[in-house]
Antibody, heavy 115, light 112 residues
Framework: EVQLVESGGGLVQPGRSLKLSCAASGFTFSNYYMAWVRQAPKKGLEWVATISTSGSRTYYPDSVKGRFTISRDNAKSSLYLQMNSLKSEDTATYYC????????WGQGTLVTVSS | DVVLTQTPPTLSATIGQSVSISCRSSQSLLHSNGNTYLHWLLQRPGQSPQLLIYLVSRLESGVPNRFSGSGSGTDFTLKISGVEAEDLGVYYCVQGTHAPDTFGAGTKLELK
């Protein structure tokens, strides 16, 4: 059974950093592109980052480019999102998802950016 | 970036009613490899999104066959033939043909 389990969310002050993790199981992690998608309270889904199978290629929207870094450790079947210079508008539930057709999602981890 | 416009934003239905949701793209979603990377997700209240339909019309494993997808190019439709209570939530279309991936704003299906 495919499982994606996010962790690392919490309350953080504006301008600070936070690193999210996603532990994958039930499939060959290294074979798939992976993505982070976020959802602000009462809002829709917003793509945040995608990473290639080897980690050599990464993609970001302008809203987080230069502040967020997606990475992966295929040996540990883990996906990460380093978030720096956090802003109040980054407050959201962050989901990791298997990028191929977005067929699998984690349960999400809530990040609240507030002083 | 590709803009996906979903209509209606809210849909009220009775149990057993058939409904349709439209997703229109700002550009063709036909990839040069012949695939059209347009998928449909459902997010039930308090839950993570789940995949219902992929590549326009292919039913994801375990999804009831009352769900169906159709369309091509820039116009796509999700149909539910006989709404059940468990179908309530927000439906999203998402495209992966043109980077970056983009999501529609969602259509909330509620009980009338």
């Amino acid at each position: 059974e495919v499982q994606l389990v996010e962790s690392g969310g919490g309350l953080v002050q504006p301008g600070r950093s936070l690193k999210l993790s996603c532990a994958a199981s039930g499939f060959t992690f290294s074979n798939y592109y992976m993505a982070w998608v976020r959802q602000a309270p009462k809002k829709g889904l917003e793509w945040v980052a995608t990473i290639s199978t080897s980690g050599s290629r990464t993609y970001y929207p302008d809203s987080v480019k230069g502040r967020f870094t997606i990475s992966r450790d295929n040996a540990k079947s883990s996906l990460y999102l380093q978030m720096n210079s956090l802003k109040s508008e980054d407050t959201a539930t962050y989901y990791c998802a298997r990028h191929e057709r977005f067929a699998y999602w984690g349960q999400g981890t809530l990040v609240t950016v507030s002083s | 970036d590709v803009v996906l416009t979903q209509t209606p934003p809210t849909l009220s239905a009775t149990i057993g009613q058939s409904v349709s949701i439209s997703c229109r793209s700002s550009q063709s979603l036909l990839h040069s490899n012949g695939n059209t990377y347009l998928h449909w997700l459902l997010q039930r209240p308090g839950q993570s999104p789940q995949l219902l339909i992929y590549l326009v019309s292919r039913l994801e494993s375990g999804v009831p066959n009352r769900f169906s997808g159709s369309g091509s190019g820039t116009d796509f439709t999700l149909k539910i033939s006989g709404v059940e209570a468990e179908d309530l939530g927000v439906y999203y279309c998402v495209q992966g043909t043109h980077a970056p991936d983009t999501f529609g704003a969602g259509t909330k299906l509620e009980l009338k």
